[in-house]
């Protein structure tokens, strides 16, 4: 009889040591996630890259369109004309002569005889102080006087009669001498009765204030009816205003050209500009310069005179200096705006046409002699007529078309192309830009 073994199934916890390991729950789910993952990154790059290059291709049409499109610029033409070579230095208006008019006497100030601010000439009387007291002292050294003048007289007399009788034997010589002695006592006290009266008549007349220059008087820093004392109350500053004068300074690596050409010209013309550089207020000479360098500053100091007959200069105030060294009659002129500077040097952009027609630009290297403001100096690179850009320049290529139209011209004159002048009549200089104001000489 046998037995056939019936195959049992195979149980999870059976244990036997050769069944396979179920698969975890979670690693399908971690594959999708994974590859979700990977295919966001994927289509977030691609976006990116697509974006980037729709951008670059919009920014090329862009650039082919604004290359292609008129350039809108300002343009002015190249000037020659007369223009002054000068130093720049900042000065303060002083004035020529100035008093502070105190009074030499004491005594009650009268009602004044001026009006503030007015003009008032050498001479003039301005202040009175009352003079009775002075008037009195007067009147009574005068009394004084009289009456040493009648004891001297009778003086006089007696020793005349003396005289006489000395001579006849009468009176002794010490009697003699006892008059003459006093005739002379007599004599020195009416010399000293004249001083008095002299110095009475002084003080008299110092009650009367006379203004001791030309000049405008400024405000009175008294009111009538106040005592004063002498030498001491200040009662009103007169400034002289023609000619006035402006003091300035120059660093001293620029004072031997300065005393060289003083010394040879005698005169050197100086320019007051105001205080943005711009207007120019009045011409002068340039007097003198101190006499020793200021060592904590490495300057000295100069003094410039102005007629100033339009009163446009005031006491303590600030003014551009142009002190003209030289002019130059034929100066190729141009603003300073139109002045560019490439790995080559200085260059401007100059218009010019194209054989259809159109304005376009060229690029003209130039050779700068000076800079002096908004106002540059060219010894080379252009000629005068041509047309150079002053605003627009950083859009422009070369041959790029261009749209031109006339710059404004500064308040300080045109630049325009003037062949000739008198070189000896300074331009006045335009508005400062960024450009150095120095004038460097070539």
Known sequence: MSIEATPQPHHPS????????????????????????VCALGLAAWRIYSNQQLSKQNSARQAAELQNRPVPVQVTPVAMRPMPIYLTALGTVTPYYSVTVKARVSGELLPVKFTEGQLVHEGETIMVIDPKPYQ??????????????????????????????????????????????????????????????????????WCTIQSPITGRIGLRLVDPGNIITANTTNLVVINQFQPIAVYF???????????????????????????????????????????????????DRLKAVFANTDNLLFPDQFVNIHLVMESRPKALVVPSAAIQSGIDGAYVWVTDSDPKGNATVKMKPVKVALAQGQTTILDSGVSPGQKVVVDGADRLHPDAVVIASDAPQSSSGPVTPEVGGDPAVPQPAAKKSGVSTQGQMP
């Open 14 to 37: 059976s244990g036997n040591a050769y069944a396979e390991p179920p698969a975890p729950k979670g690693s399908w789910v971690r594959v999708v996630v994974y590859l979700v993952l």
């Open 249 to 299: 300074t120059l660093p001293e690596n620029e004072l031997p050209q300065v005393l060289r050409k003083l010394a040879a010209d005698r005169q050197l013309p100086v320019d007051a500009y105001d205080k943005g550089d711009v207007q120019k207020l009045a011409s002068g000479q340039l007097l003198t310069a101190d006499n020793q360098i200021d060592t904590t500053t490495g300057t």
């Open 136 to 205: 009195a002292a007067l009147d009574q050294a005068k009394g004084t006087l009289a009456h040493d003048e009648a004891l001297l007289k009778n003086a006089q007399a007696e020793y005349a009669r003396y005289k006489a009788l000395f001579d006849a034997g009468v009176v002794s010589k010490e009697t003699l001498d006892a008059d003459e002695a006093a005739m002379g006592q007599y004599q020195g006290a009416i010399q000293a009765d004249k001083a008095a009266i002299e110095t009475a008549e002084l003080q008299l007349n």
